[in-house]
């Protein structure tokens, strides 16, 4: 079992940044992929970025490619998604998810573990 809390959200003018963090605890963080997804309001949850267990490798949303990055420093427990130049249509609540395995993956239904999620919202 892993357990996965978010937490950094908050509300931002357009062209300012926010740093959201996943800290995780229980079975090894850092044999995990990780994740971010997120949903905005009347929306499916869509996939944003996802990372290797060794951080070596990253995959990103066209949407957000070149204005948010993800990292995870496995001696913390702690996955990061650093967004830049946000958007309003950036605005969702962001959810960060690990599978079991150490492969990154953009297939929403290969990540077994979700956290509550943490409210972004970008004024226009």
């Known amino acids: 079992q892993v357990l996965l809390v978010e937490s950094g959200g908050g509300l931002v003018q357009a062209g300012g940044s926010l740093r959201l963090s996943c800290a995780a605890s229980g079975r090894t963080f850092s044999r995990n992929a990780m994740a971010w997804f997120r949903q905005a309001p009347g929306k499916e949850r869509e996939f944003v970025v996802a990372i290797t267990w060794s951080g070596g490798s990253t995959a990103y949303a066209d949407s957000v490619k070149g204005r948010f990055t993800i990292s995870r420093d496995n001696a913390k427990n702690t996955m990061y998604l650093q967004m830049n130049s946000l958007k309003p249509e950036d605005t969702a609540v962001y959810y960060c998810?690990?599978?079991?395995?150490?492969?990154?993956?953009?297939?929403?239904?290969?990540?077994?573990?979700w956290g509550q999620g943490t409210q972004v919202t970008v004024s226009s």
């Open positions: 998810a690990a599978r079991s395995y150490t492969g990154a993956t953009i297939n929403i239904n290969e990540y077994k573990y």
